[in-house]
Nanobody, 115 residues
Framework: QVQLVESGGGLVQAGGSLRLSCAAS????????MRWYRQVPGKQRELVAGITSGGSTNYADSVKGRFAISRDNAKNTVYLQMNSLKHEDTAVYYCNLELINVNYWGQGTKVTVSS
């Protein structure tokens, strides 16, 4: 099966940058979608960005122009480069992998942006 390990979260000041990483391991077929979600207490988990195996990307309106998702298929790793961070970006960020209509989730990594 699939396991996802996330890293890169932390505390930054507004305007700063972070790069999140999510490494997938296990029995992974070559065609899969990887996504980043985020969630704050009391709110629904929201899609931040997604990327297909072919490299097509999509972003939430709130992060367009500031965040960039990418993947390294050889390493089974997806990244989220976050620039110009705002306080409202504070959340737990979760990596998601969709494989054969089954969703796998990472443990989450906390991002805190101070004002």
């Amino acid at each position: 099966q699939v396991q996802l390990v996330e890293s890169g979260g932390g505390l930054v000041q507004a305007g700063g940058s972070l790069r999140l990483s999510c490494a997938a391991s296990g029995r992974i077929f070559s065609i899969y979608v990887m996504r980043w979600y985020r969630q704050v207490p009391g709110k629904q988990r929201e899609l931040v960005a997604g990327i297909t195996s072919g490299g097509s990307t999509n972003y939430a309106d709130s992060v367009k122009g500031r965040f960039a998702i990418s993947r390294d298929n050889a390493k089974n790793t997806v990244y989220l480069q976050m620039n110009s961070l705002k306080h409202e970006d504070t959340a737990v960020y979760y990596c998601n992998l969709e494989l054969i209509n089954v969703n796998y989730w990472g443990q989450g990594t906390k991002v805190t942006v101070s004002s």
